[in-house]
């Protein structure tokens, strides 16, 4: 008996499968789940370098049930799944095997938020598996992230003298922008607390930029501390990364 080895690999010659033994020494056997419609080859040869002998190969396909897939995802965002098929954005339909699961990821694009799924998904996590038994449609929620403070020092949040002010950067790249109006001259200081890693700058009037700092509070928090004149100055406060995101509050006393 001829001792073979056998690849299935697929029309640009990839490999796809391999095996020696698999149906009883010496013959290989390689089943393959699902391949998508194509052109496909065996290739046999002798399991070690020199060897020769008759064979005979035998092959088999058996079609599979496939189910369609439709996703509709509201203004704001993106749907992709793993495997892969879906990407939408521009496409949004895949049929997928009877016996598949598929994973599907959510992503918010810049300035909105993923909220949660209806259909054939429920929930708010950003993923959803669905097994592919039956035809699936899903539709993937989004609305416009709010924001808690102005993002300019033209539509910042006023902010009263000596006491403190809750913040949350709620997406990357979030500023929130505070205004404050000294009715005299005096040391300006303006601090950060909690866990989030908080990067600040300071700004007169006519949107200069005056000085900035990044931990010299607590726990990686800002503090800056500025002789100024009187008059109306603002604070911006970011996360120091540029994909940051974390509740804050921020402290504003004149000295």
């Given at each position: 008996?001829?001792?073979?080895?056998?690849?299935?690999?697929?029309?640009?010659?990839?490999?796809?499968?391999?095996?020696?033994?698999?149906?009883?020494?010496?013959?290989?056997?390689?089943?393959l789940p699902y391949l998508p419609a194509g052109t496909y080859y065996v290739q046999v040869r002798y399991w070690s370098g020199g060897g020769t002998g008759p064979y005979?190969?035998?092959?088999?396909?058996?079609?599979?049930?496939?189910?369609?897939?439709?996703?509709?995802?509201?203004?704001?965002?993106?749907?992709?799944?793993?495997?892969?098929?879906?990407?939408?954005?521009?496409?949004?339909?895949?049929?997928?095997?009877?016996?598949?699961?598929?994973?599907?990821?959510?992503?918010?694009?810049?300035?909105?938020?993923?909220t949660g799924w209806s259909g054939s998904c429920g929930g708010t996590s950003p993923t959803c598996s669905l097994p592919m038994s039956a035809g699936r449609s899903v539709?993937?929620?989004?609305?416009?992230?709010?924001?808690?403070?102005?993002?300019?020092?033209?539509?910042?949040?006023?902010?009263?003298?000596?006491?403190?002010?809750?913040?949350?950067?709620?997406?990357?790249?979030?500023?929130?922008?505070?205004?404050?109006?000294?009715?005299?001259?005096?040391?300006?200081?303006?601090?950060?607390?909690?866990?989030?890693?908080?990067?600040?700058?300071?700004?007169?009037?006519?949107?200069?930029?005056?000085?900035?700092?990044?931990?010299?509070?607590?726990?990686?928090?800002?503090?800056?501390?500025?002789?100024?004149?009187?008059?109306?100055?603002?604070?911006?406060?970011?996360?120091?990364?540029?994909?940051?995101?974390?509740?804050?509050?921020?402290?504003?006393?004149?000295?």
């Amino acid at each position: 008996m001829t001792d073979v080895y056998g690849y299935v690999k697929n029309g640009a010659e990839a490999t796809l499968a391999a095996n020696d033994d698999g149906a009883g020494w010496p013959n290989f056997l390689m089943e393959l789940p699902y391949l998508p419609a194509g052109t496909y080859y065996v290739q046999v040869r002798y399991w070690s370098g020199g060897g020769t002998g008759p064979y005979n190969l035998a092959t088999q396909c058996t079609p599979i049930a496939r189910n369609l897939l439709s996703v509709t995802p509201t203004t704001g965002g993106t749907v992709t799944s793993s495997p892969a098929g879906i990407s939408c954005g521009s496409q949004c339909t895949a049929a997928y095997p009877a016996t598949q699961t598929v994973t599907l990821t959510a992503i918010p694009t810049s300035g909105s938020v993923f909220t949660g799924w209806s259909g054939s998904c429920g929930g708010t996590s950003p993923t959803c598996s669905l097994p592919m038994s039956a035809g699936r449609s899903v539709t993937a929620l989004f609305v416009p992230a709010s924001d808690d403070h102005g993002d300019t020092c033209e539509t910042a949040t006023p902010f009263p003298l000596n006491s403190y002010l809750a913040g949350h950067l709620e997406r990357a790249g979030d500023h929130d922008w505070f205004r404050v109006s000294l009715p005299r001259a005096g040391s300006l200081y303006a601090v950060t607390g909690g866990t989030t890693d908080t990067w600040g700058d300071l700004y007169d009037g006519a949107n200069t930029w005056l000085t900035s700092d990044d931990d010299s509070g607590p726990d990686y928090n800002f503090l800056i501390a500025r002789s100024l004149a009187a008059g109306t100055h603002c604070i911006r406060v970011r996360h120091w990364s540029t994909g940051g995101t974390g509740s804050y509050w921020l402290q504003v006393n004149l000295y």
